[in-house]
């Protein structure tokens, strides 16, 4: 039986805001990266899926990438697959990424 763990406040909280866009009034811009940088890695797999539906828009100056990179950090991320918000162009590349590790193992 798999036993699941608790999403952490600070992971919940960038979850429920989500990334802005870059065309978002800077206040939206810098809570986002404050929530970002509160969550420390790694992340667990379930965090990882939560964390994966919070894609905005575009790259919202960088803050996209570092979540990207964030959502990698957890234990089976080399096997996951994110299906919800598969139509984001963020979570078909997090997808891609671990295509592309599948068929380099």
């Known amino acids: 039986m798999t036993q699941h763990m608790p999403v952490r406040r600070e992971v919940q909280e960038l979850v429920d805001a989500g990334l802005p866009s870059e065309e978002d009034p800077l206040e939206d811009i810098e809570r986002a990266e404050q929530l970002l940088e509160s969550i420390t ?39 996951a697959s994110y299906q919800q918000d598969a139509d984001n162009w963020w979570v078909q590349r997090l997808n891609a990424r671990v295509q592309a590790a599948r068929e380099n193992l």
């Open 41 to 79: 890695s790694p992340v667990s797999d379930e965090e990882a899926q939560q964390l994966a539906t919070a894609f905005g828009p575009d790259t919202c100056f960088g803050l996209a990438g570092t979540l990207l990179h964030l959502i990698e950090t957890a234990p089976g991320a080399s096997t």
